[in-house]
């Protein structure tokens, strides 16, 4: 089959692999239909090199019809499925208190890290991913979503990541109704954030330095801002001097604007390997200037609530104000498979709520990956969510 590979920094091709083959009787192999690009593919793309290995299958927000079904997957041949980024057995202690994305049955100890990925670095276990023709699926009877035959696949695509993500996020921000949430990053992750923040009642401010991308999230009643010296003034202003009751960061790790940050990560991907992995792990080299920014917008008392993945662990984070503020902080990877229930009506509602007919700018065949990857980094063309097609 043809699938996109990782070659190294900035590069990544089509190649002909394995076709992936049903190992366990609860795996099912799928046809990818739809495949998208994500944020987090930036990083792999970018800054999380000393964690790949050449050849690596990348993408996680995938969706297809099943063609092969292990014995205990729960699925058939011909199902039409939505596949989570995260894999989880569903019966651990982790999985029964609805925290998938740390699944004891497929924590990748090796790493410390929670549970195993798609197409996500050796950190997640180097599964192979979803942008590809073919993808097999772990743990199917517990992760393939199956969903109707009626509607388009970008109604349904964007349960894999996107739309539980930026929903787990203002969940964690503890928003409703009559509330105020800012959400720093209008990418595919603060587009939705945003619009979920306004179908549940807050009034909700997005910034982002993009100008499509401002635009996007102003069509659905978002107040959208640049990310100009006196945007957080302006904010306070609209919420009485005091700054937003939640702020949701989702821009992560590669934020713009911190030069030091950025020839920091540069200098790491250019290291050999090993020495590289090691800076990355303990070397506090995150660029945190989103965050910091959250930090400082947030209203005393407030809850700031990390979509945006951040890597690193010495970071140095501003105790000082976090602790006078007296802030709350939530953050982690998405427990998908605890949203999904809640989230299928609301794609499938005639009405749209959440705007998934006004997220994806770029559907591309899969040979166009590479072009399509540069654009979605560079935020060229109008480039805000591609989603790959590997049928056509
Ligand atoms: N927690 C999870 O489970 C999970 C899941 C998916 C994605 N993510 C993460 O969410 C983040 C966003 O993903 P995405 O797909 O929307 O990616 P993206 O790269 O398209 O979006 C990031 C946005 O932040 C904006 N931005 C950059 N610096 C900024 C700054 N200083 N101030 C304001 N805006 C700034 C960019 O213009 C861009 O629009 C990424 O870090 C991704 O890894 C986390
Ligand atoms: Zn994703
Ligand atoms: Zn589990």
Known sequence: MRALTWQGKREVSVETVLDPVL???????IEVTSTAICGSDLHLYEVLGPFMDKGDIL???PMGVVVEAGAESGCRVGDRVV?????ACG??????????SQCETTQVRDYGSGAALLGYSRL??????GQAEYLRVPHADFGAVKVGAELPDHRYLFLSDVIP???QAVEYADVGEGDTLAVYGLGPIGQMAARIGVHLGAEVF???????RRAMAARHGIRVFDFDDDTHDRIREATAGRGPDAVVDAVGMEAHGSPLGKAAHQAVSLLPDAIGRKMMETGGLDRLSALHSSIDLVRRGGTVSLAGVYGGQASPMPLLTLFDKQIQLR???????????RLLPLVEDPADPLGTEDLVTHRLPLSAAPEAYEAFQKKSDGCIKVVLDPTS
């Open 23 to 29: 190992r366990e009787p609860t795996d099912i192999v």
């Open 59 to 61: 993408g996680h927000e």
């Open 83 to 87: 596949i989570p980024f995260g894999i």
């Open 91 to 100: 019966r651990c202690w982790m999985c029964e208190r609805g925290l998938t």
């Open 124 to 129: 997640y276990g180097s599964v192979p991913g």
């Open 165 to 167: 993500t930026a929903w």
């Open 206 to 212: 997005g910034i982002d330095p993009v100008v499509e």
């Open 331 to 341: 953050m982690g990877q998405c427990n998908v498979h605890r949203w999904t229930q």
